[in-house]
C-alpha cells in the first residue's frame, strides 16, 4: 500500500505558474505509474499527465499539452507537475494518483488507479 499527499496547490493569475508535488510513502515507489487527474467543479474527474516506472515515457491530455510537465524523483518517491502558462480552465482540485497493476486499456483511466491522494485545490483567475 502507498499512501500519497500533495502540496503545492494555491491561487494564481491567468498566465502564471503553479509546482505541485506529490509525496509517497509506504512502499516502493518505483513500482507505480504515476499519474496527476483533477476535478473542476460540477465536472468529473479527468486525467492531465501520467509517467511510467522509470520516468522515461510520460503521457499528457491534449488540454495540458505544452504546458505542463510530469516528472518524478524515485529516489526521494516524489512526483511533480509543473504548470505553467495557466488557464482559469484549469481551475480544479488536483490528485496525486498510484497504478501498480497497469493493466491494459486502464493505463490513463480512473479505473487503473489503486491509491489516490486527498487532493490539492489550484485557483486561476482571470
Known amino acids: 500500500q502507498v499512501e500519497l499527499v500533495e502540496s503545492g496547490g494555491g491561487s494564481v493569475q491567468a498566465g502564471g505558474s503553479l509546482r505541485l508535488s506529490c509525496a509517497a510513502s509506504?512502499?516502493?515507489?518505483?513500482?507505480?505509474?504515476m499519474e496527476w487527474f483533477r476535478q473542476a467543479p460540477g465536472k468529473e474527474r479527468e486525467v492531465v499527465a501520467g509517467i511510467f516506472w522509470s520516468g522515461g515515457s510520460t503521457y499528457y491530455a491534449d488540454s495540458v499539452k505544452g504546458r505542463f510537465t510530469i516528472s518524478r524523483d524515485n529516489a526521494k518517491n516524489m512526483m511533480y507537475l509543473q504548470m505553467n502558462s495557466l488557464k482559469p480552465e484549469d481551475t480544479a482540485v488536483y490528485y496525486c494518483a498510484a497504478d501498480k497493476t497497469a493493466r491494459d486499456g486502464y493505463i490513463w483511466k480512473i479505473a487503473g488507479i489503486d491509491y489516490w491522494g486527498k487532493g490539492t485545490l489550484v485557483t486561476v483567475s482571470s
Open positions: 509506504g512502499s516502493i515507489f518505483s513500482d507505480y505509474i
